[in-house]
């Protein structure tokens, strides 16, 4: 359960502390959500009994590698936090600071996301116990990425991971969160700014392949400033219920962002996706790209909005969802939207939901290719492009493979085929 | 695969039909090792849905008749069995098959065939350099045989790389849809002398056509016209030369209210569709058919 009083027992400065107590006054009037508002619409969140779960840092070990394996051996910095408390970082390349509660993190949280943008992150900001800034000095170019890991294994825990990238000006970095988990119940609900400066290039990928038991509720929030570009990978792979809502502010003349998800739903799991490419000052871009699937009896939500502000002229917005259905009692809903008050725009939206396209398969049978083979064939096709646009290479190739796990299990029944 | 053997595909009788309408009312034909045959018919006439029934295309249904290749039911076989039997089948409209290269398919069909449940490396490898060799037969560069299947191709391209396909699984029966559209005639020329070449050496083909140009090249044993979803004439080479004459005005019902002969699409020429019905008043139409396409 979460509740205002929480606050107090929290390290942080006086002014922070402050902002904690404003912002449970927030979340306490708010109240909780219902799926009757659009934004929660197709979840299970009136299913959520937050007071199931205690808030607590309790800390702990390391989480495992996943599909991060190898990832960290090059990395220009490394953090862990585990269950509500920061438990290692080590940073090994110029150019990047990490920080932390009570040490140098207060004043920044809260700069791309002063409020909100939901409940759960006004509760984030009243309540995250283990904050982590990393700043990237302006023109530093960092050509490893900055990796943080945030594990969760404590069964009922309930925390508030809140990660900030500051991006300097004309700098150049990746930033890759991964979100791992025990196979017991937790309520985590992280909250990501990214700041990103004029002439900056950030990349930043979140790895989320939690337990089957753990709800996630998380939000990404991001600025993007003049001529700057952000490049945003999702990669959803588990937990019950996990929620991830992006948005991305163009607020910089010049600025471009992109953001690629890949989701592959299993069992009982909801998957949700809500996104705002949001464009405030002219000439600015914004390609969206989410591509899953869904096997079992899982689901997967995506909504999408794109609003072009009145002074943005000359915007340029893209927005696709396409969804496989691979087993007949997955199901799958995509609502794209536009809200556009300048007249002086290019948007397009496209989604799909469906299964396996019976032509594509036909064609490779017409070779000779086996059924089952022919589909995961074109299954395995299908997450190519989105794939390719992941702003890490490495886990590009780390979240194929994985892919072609799933795939081999979902129509072979084995590991790997 | 072609061996010295003889193969025989033998359709006989063979009715189909497609979203309730009767498309095939009964065709015969027999196409063995070695042999050409070109089947030949105006638009709606049921030719590529012939060339779709014997593959196995999904959406049809076969409401008689029969097809065995070697005395094997075809029919009753996924079209993966019947490709791994030898058949194959050269689309009139390669479908795109984005993130999957030819080699990773066709390595999971030689596979097969060799009796591996999965390609080995060095299977896959193979393929590759079997689709390279045969890319270059044709004209077709290697980086564009080992893109996806058919994406961001051209229409001659795709053609280009279905002879391509066709080379390295080596069939025993290939079903040519309409190779011919698309390509320019260098290109023509290059698939034609490709699967000629192959003919030589055992491959049987069943081309499907609107133009005759295309047999100049493949130089048919027979030519048959289909017409209302029947063979309603067979004969040699010959026979193309008299479709390129008369168009096939001949074989077409008089229309009932007009009173004159309807001549579609002339042979070889687009101006000659004097009093085509549209489409929509064709009770044959073949659905599955890309209007554009067979109107050349």
Known sequence: ?417 | MNGNSTHTLRIEGLCASAGGQDILQGVNLEVSSGRVHAVMGPNGSGKSTLAHVVMGRPGYEVTGGSVTLDGVDVLSLAPWERAQAGLFLAMQHPTEVPGVSAAQALAEALALRAGDDIPSVEQLERTRGLLEAEAAAVGLTAELVARPLNVDMSGGEKKRNETVQLAVLQPRIAILDEIDSGLDIDALRACANRIEALTEAGLGVLAITHFTRVLEYLRPDEVHVIVDGRIVDSGGPELADALEEDGYAPYLPEEPDVGVAVSIGGIGSSLAAEAGPSPAEDPFADPWADPLDELG
Request: aromatic letters at 6%; hydrophobic letters at 45%.
């Open chain 1, 1 to 417: 359960m979460f509740t205002p009083d929480l606050v107090d027992a929290l390290d942080g400065s006086d002014a922070l502390t402050k902002r904690r107590h404003a912002a449970a006054d927030r979340a306490v009037a708010t109240g909780m959500p219902s799926f009757t508002e659009e934004v929660w619409r197709y979840t299970p969140i009136d299913d959520l009994d937050a007071g199931l779960y205690a808030f607590g840092a309790p800390g702990g070990a390391a989480g495992p590698p996943g599909l991060m394996a190898g990832v960290d051996g090059d990395a220009a910095a490394v953090v862990h936090i585990t269950n509500g408390a920061v438990v290692d970082v080590s940073v090994q390349a110029d150019g990047v600071r990490v920080s932390t509660l009570g040490a140098g993190a207060d004043d920044l949280i809260g700069t791309v996301a002063p409020e909100g943008p939901d409940v759960f992150g006004d509760w984030n900001l009243a309540l995250t116990s283990a904050p982590v800034v990393v700043s990237i000095d302006p023109k530093a170019v960092l050509a490893a990425p900055i990796v943080v890991h945030v594990h969760t294994d404590v069964e009922g825990l309930t925390w508030f991971p809140r990660l900030v990238v500051m991006a300097g000006r004309t700098s150049q970095a990746t930033v890759i969160e991964h979100h791992t988990g025990g196979e017991s119940p937790a309520l985590i609900c992280p909250l990501t700014e990214l700041s990103v400066a004029d002439g900056a290039h950030l990349g930043h990928v979140t790895v989320q392949e939690l337990g089957g038991a753990a709800w996630q509720i998380a939000n990404l929030c991001s600025d993007v400033g003049r001529d700057a570009n952000l490049r945003i990978g999702h990669v959803a792979m588990g937990g019950a219920y996990a929620r991830a809502r992006i948005g991305t502010d163009m607020t910089g003349r010049g600025g471009h962002s992109e953001i690629d998800a890949v989701y592959f739903g299993r069992d009982n799991s909801t998957l949700d996706f809500r996104t705002f490419q949001t464009h405030v000052a002219p000439h600015t871009t914004s390609d969206l790209l989410f591509k899953g699937a869904v096997d079992d009896h899982a689901r997967a939500v995506y909504t999408g909005l794109i609003r072009i502000e009145a002074d943005a002229s000359q915007v340029v917005a893209n927005q696709t969802n396409r969804n496989l259905k691979l087993s007949p009692n997955a199901w799958a809903e995509s609502v794209p939207n536009l809200e556009i008050e300048n007249n002086d725009v290019q948007c397009s939206h496209a989604s799909s939901i469906g299964p396996v396209d019976a032509d594509q398969r036909f064609y490779l049978e017409s070779r000779g290719v086996p059924t089952d083979v022919a589909e995961a064939l074109v299954v395995r096709g299908f997450f190519d492009e989105v794939l390719d646009a992941l702003p890490s290479e490495q886990i590009s190739a780390s979240v194929r493979q994985r892919i072609d796990e799933l795939v081999s299990d979902a129509y072979f029944a084995v590991a790997v085929r």
